[in-house]
């Protein structure tokens, strides 16, 4: 049974924002991206709510907090309205939308997200897990995080291996999945062009991720998913990259440790610059300092 103190909201609410979040942005609504909400975002699970719709403003949504919630859980789940509606780098808007409007060949048939893809996992985790940006046509696609592409099943697959997840598959938002004890964010909340976010876009999206780690209270290990995630949490931390040479499956102890990864793109996994033993020893060493 899903803990009632961490269900979302009912599904008028979210088109309600969704609604208000197209307003503002000029967004071309339901014939490019689909409206309502995911069954799950950031780990919350959606169940009847009798609270009014929440009201928007141009960059966050104000959610109508129900007092079964714990404050971190009903903070983070704020937080990830809030993401979903910014409109904050209009590049990252536009190509969001453009991408959902046209479409892959292989997914004319799907009703694309278009949109900030919101984080996801269980508000209690005591591992975090920091990627890049959501894919075109995975995330930006599905609305979850690491779904719907090569790269997630990747990574869901070295989850599963060490009891992170709950299956070692991400194919649709509806599908099943689950973390354990695990959250997965990233800097950039909207498919960038080429994988690429700019640094000012980085830098726009960075509070969302400050704000996550202050709220991740349990968090003892925070595993890093390439450079751009590397760079941006130890900037967050206000810490000296000479300090912490990147390297795959270098660890650094602390209050959380730290632990790097390359990143699962096709450019790493598909040259095999990362396997999928090396991924899941990463989990591995993450498991081992969990307590």
Not at 54 to 80: D, F, K, S, W
Not at 86 to 107: D, F, G, I
Request: charge should be positive; charged fraction near 20%; proline fraction near 9%.
């Amino acid at each position: 049974m899903p803990d009632p103190r961490y269900h979302f909201p009912d599904r008028s609410t979210f088109i309600h924002a969704a609604s208000s979040f197209a307003a503002h942005t000029g967004h071309p609504g339901k014939a490019a991206v689909r409206t309502g909400v995911p069954p799950s975002i950031a780990g919350f699970e959606t169940a009847p709510d009798t609270a009014a719709p929440a009201a928007a403003t141009a960059t966050a949504v104000r959610l109508v907090i129900c007092p079964h919630r714990t404050l971190n859980g009903v903070r983070l789940q704020e937080l990830q309205r809030q993401i979903v509606a910014c409109n904050q780098c209009p590049r990252l808007r536009e190509h969001c939308q453009t991408v959902a409007r046209v479409k892959r060949r292989a997914y004319l048939g799907d009703d694309y997200w278009g949109r900030p893809v919101p984080s996801f996992g269980d508000p209690k985790a005591r591992l975090v897990i920091i990627g890049l940006a959501p894919g075109a046509h995975g995330a930006n696609r599905t609305g979850r995080v690491f779904t719907g592409d090569r790269s997630g099943d990747f990574l869901y697959q070295a989850l599963f291996n060490t009891g992170f997840a709950s299956q070692p598959t991400s194919t649709r938002i509806d599908d099943g999945l689950k973390l354990i004890d695990a959250w997965i964010t990233c800097p950039v909340h909207c498919a960038p062009p080429d994988n690429k976010p700019l640094p000012d876009e980085i830098a726009r999206c960075r509070p969302y991720l400050e704000q996550e780690l202050q709220l991740l209270k349990n968090a003892q290990v925070i595993v890093v998913l390439g450079r751009i995630a590397f760079d941006t949490y130890l900037s967050i931390r206000g810490e000296r990259k000479a300090n912490f040479p990147f390297a795959h499956g270098a660890v650094f102890p602390g209050d959380p440790t730290l632990i790097c990864s390359y990143h699962p793109s096709q450019q790493n996994t598909q040259t095999g610059r990362l396997t999928q033993p090396m991924l899941t020893a990463v989990f591995q060493k993450a498991r081992t300092v969990l307590r």
